[in-house]
């Protein structure tokens, strides 16, 4: 595709409630990650794929977050008993490949999750 | 370990004004800098990157960041602010691992 897309663009839902995002790289794109951007804050990086190598996972907050990419395709990221503290909007971005962290990401719109 | 600052949260310039935006860094290893734009309802897009080639680099819309070891430091600067520069601004810096660190983020508004 011609960009990184995201989906859902929002999402609320209720506290206790789980829920998916969804992250479409770049077709091409070995790497993926996937931060959080809480309001006023900075980006915090959440989980690494790159190929078909075990993912970083050291950025997931609590054991209520998990992601699965298939192959270099399509990654989805799952929240589980959502809280209210979860509330921020998620971004995903891929690179062409990873070589020591030159590569420049290329990041997707972001989902906007408000829990209630 | 890796981790930027980003000084000033909102800075304010005049249209045809300079523009500093100040990034700081802290970096056990040679570090990778980056400097993303955010503009309105979009999202982030490379400005520039410091890859230990030219410590002056240029980037897209007439930015560019000059990369100090002595002061460990990455601002981006334009010579001339225009109405169009308005977004949000982050440094990220890398290292040899998988991770970035992006800062909080500098919001610029240019006033007409």
């Known amino acids: 595709g011609a960009g990184v897309s995201q989906s859902p663009s929002n999402k609320v839902t209720e506290k206790g409630k789980d829920v998916e995002l969804r992250c479409d790289p770049i077709?091409?794109?070995?790497?993926l990650y996937w931060y959080r951007q809480r309001l006023g804050q900075g980006l915090e990086f959440l989980i690494y794929f790159q190929g078909n190598s075990a993912p970083d996972k050291s950025g997931l907050p609590s054991d209520r977050f998990s992601a699965e990419r298939t192959g270099e395709s399509v990654s989805t990221l799952t929240i589980q008993r959502t809280q209210q503290e979860d509330s921020a909007v998620y971004l995903c971005?891929?690179?062409?490949?990873?070589?020591?962290?030159?590569?420049?990401?290329?990041f997707g719109p972001g989902t906007r999750l408000l829990v209630l | 370990a890796q981790s930027v600052t980003q000084l000033g949260s909102h800075v304010s310039v005049s249209e045809g004004a300079l523009v500093l935006l100040r990034c700081n860094y802290s970096s056990s290893v040679p570090p990778y800098l980056f400097w993303y734009v955010q503009y309105p309802n979009q999202g982030l897009q490379l400005l520039l990157k410091y890859t230990s080639a030219a410590t002056l680099v240029k980037g897209i819309n007439g930015f560019e960041a000059e990369f100090k070891k002595s002061e460990t430091s990455f601002h981006l600067t334009k010579p001339s602010a225009h109405m169009s520069d308005a977004a949000e601004y982050f440094c990220a810096v890398s290292g040899t691992g998988n991770q970035f660190y992006f800062g909080t983020g500098t919001s610029l508004t240019v006033i007409p």
């Open positions: 077709s091409g794109h070995t790497a």
């Open positions: 971005a891929s690179s062409p490949r990873t070589s020591g962290g030159i590569e420049t990401q290329y």
